[in-house]
């Protein structure tokens, strides 16, 4: 199935669309972790200039990559009920122009951070579109393991903005990007059994597709918002934060896991929309008490 022709629109309008392929509520949570890499790898204090550079690199890269995978899943979007609205799908704008929309932001956003921040951030912003759109992308419609696959380079953004502070990577870093790892499997999989209905309709093999019943599904619910207990206390174990985010790292992240674990029972919509409510909270909160656990030790 073909997306709709685009229809012609008011400056105005393709504005609003163009806005609409950048995904701004998932660049939102990747310059936020990224803005929390920068701040955490900074000696002392944050350069602004440095962080101003690492946000506006990384946001346009990932402003770049959802605006291709708007392009590469167009048909599919077509299929979904909650995608069916977006701007290739409705005819709003042309295949080809998300096409070269999406390219020139993310190839910006790579010469942006090498000529601004150090190469490995470019390199690490550039790897993370890349296997996102080559791998993770098409692995969608063939295997259920693509929320595994995916959730390698969806962790990386911390990452980004480590290396760009540092100009290289450390254990903390790799703890932050341990912390985004385990949290994506509640956060999607909460996701994917909400719209179950809605991948199957498109082809889309996420993991409450194949499992009907939801066992496998809330079991890894359940064990990687086990995992995230104590992932999330690596910080404080490396000399990164003190007792004080040990002791709200604990709180937030048993409360996270209660919360899997009544989804669980429950095995209803409404209840995994609450746990996506609670992942979505999790992470922003986490963060600052991390930051502000640095900046008042």
């Known amino acids: ?29 990747v310059v936020l972790t990224t803005g929390a890499g920068v701040y955490l ?38 299929l979904m009920r909650r995608t069916s609205t977006r701007p290739i799908p409705a005819g709003l704008l042309a295949p080809e122009s998300a096409l070269w929309f999406g390219v020139t932001l993310a190839l910006a956003g790579a010469v942006h951070l090498t000529l601004f921040t150090n190469w490995l951030s470019a390199l690490l912003g550039l790897a993370t579109s890349l296997t996102y ?29 480590w290396a760009a ?21 509640p956060h999607f999989l909460a996701i994917a059994w909400m719209y179950r209905e809605d991948y199957a309709r498109a082809g889309i093999l996420m ?22 207990v104590p992932v999330s206390l690596l910080p404080a174990t490396l000399g990164m934060a003190g007792p004080r985010y040990l002791f709200f790292a604990l709180v937030l992240s048993l409360a996270l896991l209660l919360v899997s674990w ?27 008490v991390m930051m502000f656990d640095k900046v008042t030790r």
Request: aromatic share 10%.
């Open 165 to 185: 502070a540092r100009g290289s990577l450390s254990l903390e870093a790799l703890a932050l990007y341990a912390i985004l790892f385990a949290w994506q499997f």
């Open 262 to 288: 009544w989804s669980a029972r429950e095995r209803s919509n409404y209840s995994a929309k609450w746990l996506m409510h609670a992942t979505v909270v999790y992470i922003p909160v986490l963060l600052g």
């Open 41 to 78: 790898a900074s000696p002392g204090t944050v350069n602004p200039a440095l962080l101003v550079h690492a946000i506006v690199g990384t946001t346009l890269i990932s402003a770049g990559t959802s605006a291709l995978n708007h392009y590469f899943e167009r048909d599919s979007d077509a």
């Open 133 to 161: 759109l080559g791998i993770y992308t098409p692995l969608k419609t063939r295997t259920s393991l693509a929320t595994l696959i995916g959730a390698f380079p969806g962790a990386v953004p911390p990452l980004i903005g």
């Open 207 to 228: 993991l409450p597709v194949v499992d009907k019943s939801g066992d496998s599904t809330f079991r890894q619910i359940i064990a990687w918002s086990a995992a995230l």
């Open 1 to 29: 199935m073909s997306a709709a022709r685009a229809i012609p629109l008011p400056s105005a309008a393709v504005s609003r669309a163009l806005l609409s392929l950048t995904k701004p509520d998932v660049t939102f949570l």
